[in-house]
């Protein structure tokens, strides 16, 4: 299928669909973003998705290019141009274009770009055994909860990971705490509470994270947002949540096991409960 993208009021094959050199997200990667999963037609939270790509731009001054109810539209419209069975919409919007100057030196019309692609699935492999992570000392700014197009220490930390025969990363404050991943939050099943780093500066308000805990809560399991580090006794499982990802079982970080090494109960039965609700939205479409 080509592939067709929304950019600044055109719907355009991918291959034509452009934008400035002198775009604000290309120089200064002065922007936000959103990854939005659709289920046979029915999109995954985008109320959610949506009202965090605001929060996002009013953090950095950036206004909506179009008010919410008409980029629901858009997206509707680019998925349907892109139709797959699971697919994934990214959305992004810069300050715009103008000359380079560090200070946007008057109020520029935003660039927008909405695409639909297919949502790129976990391998077999992957779910059966679980991934694996290494830890990083964080890297990143203090703004963590803004949805920014700023990811070069998450392009870092998957290259580290990677090089390390790793898939993700997990990021490490001063005092060894687990934050979040280069691209998914972390959770951890600690004496059979699912444990969590709060919402804070340091973490993204994970849209699947809100899904994980409203569902954890549903099932009886106790939630604690915390901080929590890798050497807390009874640790037993650790897991990363994210639009692309569901809920994964993490089974091995820094080259050690976790827990038996092998994907534990509580993820395997919070991953099935999410697949449930997944699965439930395709009949609802
Ligand atoms: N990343 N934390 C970080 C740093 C992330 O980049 C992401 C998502 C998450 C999980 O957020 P959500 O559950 O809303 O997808 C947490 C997206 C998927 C990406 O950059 O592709």
Redesign the pocket.
């Known amino acids: 299928m080509t592939l067709t993208a929304w950019v600044n009021g055109r719907f355009l094959p991918l291959d034509e669909a452009t934008v400035h050199i002198e775009d604000r997200g290309f120089q200064f990667a002065d922007g936000v ?3 939005i999963a659709c289920f046979g037609g029915t999109f995954l939270d985008l109320d959610a ?1 949506l009202d ?1 790509l605001l929060r996002s731009c009013e953090n950095i001054a950036i206004n909506m290019p179009v008010p919410l109810h008409e980029l629901k539209t858009l997206i509707e419209q680019t998925y349907r141009h892109n139709p797959f069975e699971d697919a994934m919409i990214y959305v992004q919007i810069t300050r715009g274009a103008a000359p380079r100057s560090h200070l946007a030196q008057r109020e520029l019309t935003p660039t927008m770009v909405i695409t639909s692609r297919e949502l790129p699935m976990p391998s077999a492999e992957s779910i059966s055994d679980g991934v694996s992570a290494i830890t990083l000392d964080d890297m990143r700014w203090k703004r ?1 909860d803004i ?1 920014s197009i700023a ?1 070069l220490a ?1 392009v870092i930390g998957k290259q580290e990971a990677a090089f390390r025969g790793a898939d993700e990363t997990f990021w490490l404050d001063e005092q060894q705490h687990v934050l ?6 972390c959770f951890a099943a600690i004496r059979g509470a699912l444990v969590t780093h709060p919402l804070d500066h340091q ?9 994980v805990l409203r569902i954890a809560r549903a099932h009886d399991i106790t939630v604690e947002e915390r901080p929590w580090k890798l050497t807390e006794t009874g640790l037993t499982e650790c897991m990363m ?4 990802n569901a809920i994964m079982p993490v089974c091995h970080i820094n080259g050690e096991n976790i827990g038996t090494g092998k994907p534990g109960p509580m993820a395997i039965q919070l991953r099935g409960w999410m697949l449930d609700e997944f699965e439930k939205l395709k009949k609802t479409s």
Do not use: P
Request: a positive charge.
């Open positions: 973003y959103e990854v998705h965090r963590c949805k990811l998450s979040e991943g280069c691209a998914t939050n973490v993204l308000g994970g849209i699947t994270r809100n899904m949540s994210s639009t692309t």
